[in-house]
């Protein structure tokens, strides 16, 4: 557990804010979400202090962490712009009255229809990840009579430490273009269409990073591929260096504090500026594209403690009325979560257990191994770091309700993602006439 003052036990129980965790489950019922609003607010202030030192810059939310109404005007409100990556992101931006010149549009496929959206919407920047959507959005934006901003993906060949399935930037990746091969053609080909203005590059190398060197060397190939673009004539006038950091799941990570993390933004845009200065180009705008960082640790999960079947010298299960329906990560990463019952969170964590969800699969855990208080039926079990990659990769498998999420600020808590009930589940569902 990474405490801070917003996460903290007292007299034996675990507290967010200003509440008892078996408090807001009793307010609330479980399994629920709790985000920490305070914490969102320090990160984002924090981030947006880190890359304005030293030169000009801006930290956009990257919404496939946790894509929310209330998040969004919460980051809108410490001055953070936004990635998304779906027709469904850019609808929540509109709704959530964001400024849309400061909204990047990623994606290695948009649709055409999602590309008419980004258009209609008067986004700021589209983040160009492939041919067809050059060719695609210069013929839109020719029709409209506009010059839409661009940024270009790049595949700087960069391996991250971390795993595979959320590295981006290894040789032969889906995302982007690879600055060893096709990026100075297509950046050429830009600079040369009536629809699009060439702004300038972005990278994204991985998530869940704590190795700043795979940092580093992406920003010295990047910045020699400015270079290169700068002898041609082209500047790039913005370098958008995507987010990955990594956060605090067990005792196997660092214990970042907002300000620890912040530091990793300062350096990221500090080496970009240097290196821009070393090589005598025009010092570029610096965006950071956090997610993870910014809400993960913000986030707790509260489940009630069902069945328990104890195999001994095996394993022992402890069974939650969740599971990979509101948080698929060990499923899929076979990712790493720490634990406490809320209720006995003083208590010495001397059992390891396997944490079960109630889905009808033998995978679904949200952790092996997991040091725990001695749990009994009824316990509140809360899990830690799950703000990031939970809620937004939630689902209804076995037709369980995504759990509503409650955003806590001090001494006030609320919904702001209520509870689905089973006519939300079934609400799309509909029989053929001819079925009848
Ligand atoms: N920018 C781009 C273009 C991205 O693809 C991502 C994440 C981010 C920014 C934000 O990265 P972050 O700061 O959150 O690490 N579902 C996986 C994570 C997938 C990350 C995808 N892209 C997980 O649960 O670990």
């Not at 200003?18 to 924090?46: H, N, Q, S, W």
């Not at 990221?268 to 640790?297: C, D, H, Y």
Request: proline share 4%; hydrophobic share 40%; with cysteine.
């Amino acid at each position: 557990m990474n405490t801070r003052d917003t996460l903290y036990v007292k007299d034996g129980n675990l507290y967010i804010g200003e509440f008892m965790a078996t408090e807001l489950a009793k307010r609330f019922g479980t399994p629920l979400y709790v985000m920490d609003a305070r914490y969102i607010a320090e990160v984002c202030d924090a981030f947006v202090a880190a890359v304005s030192r030293g030169g000009e810059g801006a930290v956009a939310f990257a919404n496939k962490a946790f894509a929310t109404l209330a998040t969004a005007r919460l980051a809108a409100a410490h001055g953070l712009w936004f990635d998304v990556v779906s027709g469904g992101e850019l609808c929540l931006m509109q709704r959530a009255g964001a400024d849309m010149k400061k909204v990047l549009f990623h994606g290695n496929n948009k649709t055409p229809k999602e590309i008419d959206e980004g258009l209609a919407a008067g986004i700021g920047f589209f983040v160009v990840d492939s041919l067809n959507e050059l060719e695609l959005l210069d013929e839109k934006a020719k029709k409209l009579g506009i010059r839409q901003d661009v940024l270009v993906r790049v595949n700087p060949g960069v391996s991250a430490h971390t795993y595979e399935a959320v590295v981006t930037a290894a040789p032969y990746s889906k995302f982007g273009f690879d600055v060893h091969t096709d990026a100075e053609e297509v950046i050429a080909d830009i600079a040369s269409r009536k629809g699009l203005v060439f702004r300038g590059l972005h990278v994204h190398i991985g998530s869940q990073i704590y190795d700043h060197s795979s940092y580093d060397q992406a920003i010295d190939v990047t910045v020699a591929f400015m270079k290169k673009l700068a002898g041609k004539g082209i500047v790039t006038d913005i370098l958008d260096m995507g987010g990955g950091y990594g956060i605090y799941y067990t005792d196997e990570d660092p214990k970042f504090t907002p300000k620890r993390y912040a530091y990793t933004v300062e350096s990221v845009a500090r080496r970009v500026r240097e290196k821009a200065a070393e090589n005598g180009l025009k010092q570029p705008f610096v965006i950071v594209e956090p997610g993870r960082s910014i809400v993960g640790e913000a986030g707790v999960t509260l489940y009630t403690v069902g069945a328990i079947k104890d195999f001994p010298g095996v394993r022992k299960y402890v069974a939650v009325d969740g599971g990979m329906f509101d948080n698929p990560r060990y499923a899929l990463y076979e990712s790493k979560y720490s634990a406490v019952i809320a209720n006995k969170a003083d208590k010495p964590a001397d059992e390891k257990v396997t944490i079960a969800g109630k889905c009808c699969e033998s995978g679904d855990l949200i952790g092996k191994d997991i040091p725990l208080q001695h749990a009994e039926t009824g316990d509140i079990l809360a899990v830690f770091s799950t703000g990031a990659y939970n809620y937004s990769m939630a689902s209804n498998y076995n037709l369980n309700a995504i759990p509503p999420v409650v955003m806590v600020d001090g001494d006030r808590a609320d919904y702001i993602v209520k509870p689905q009930t089973y006519d939300d589940l079934l609400r799309n569902n509909t029989v053929p006439e001819w079925m009848n």
